[in-house]
Nanobody, 119 residues
Framework: QVQLVESGGGLVQPGGSLTLSCTVSGSLGTIIGMGWHRQAPGKQRELVAITTSGGNTNYADSVKGRFTISRDNGWNTLYLQMNSLKPEDTAVYYC?????????????WGPGTQVTVSS
């Protein structure tokens, strides 16, 4: 069974930085990609950044130039470096993996980590 656990969230002042980590365990199968999503109170979950097995990365317009997604070579840990944080970045951040096995394609999610940007 696949398990994802996020860490690194917390309270930070506007303009500050945080680095989120997502530790992955279990048998993933063939990975299509991994990503970070976030959900603010009263809003839908939105994509923040993804990285694919083909080497592509994509970011939401709202975080381009401020956030950087990266991973280790073995897809065991996913990172999100967040700089120049704004109050509107406040949300629960979720790690996600999309992969496939013989049974088909699947998505797996972590429980999330809270990021609060406030003075």
């Amino acid at each position: 069974q696949v398990q994802l656990v996020e860490s690194g969230g917390g309270l930070v002042q506007p303009g500050g930085s945080l680095t989120l980590s997502c530790t992955v365990s279990g048998s993933l199968g063939t990975i299509i990609g991994m990503g970070w999503h976030r959900q603010a109170p009263g809003k839908q979950r939105e994509l923040v950044a993804i990285t694919t097995s083909g080497g592509n990365t994509n970011y939401a317009d709202s975080v381009k130039g401020r956030f950087t997604i990266s991973r280790d070579n073995g897809w065991n840990t996913l990172y999100l470096q967040m700089n120049s944080l704004k109050p509107e970045d406040t949300a629960v951040y979720y790690c996600n993996v999309r992969a496939y096995r013989y049974s088909g394609q699947y998505d797996s999610w972590g429980p999330g980590t809270q990021v609060t940007v406030s003075s």
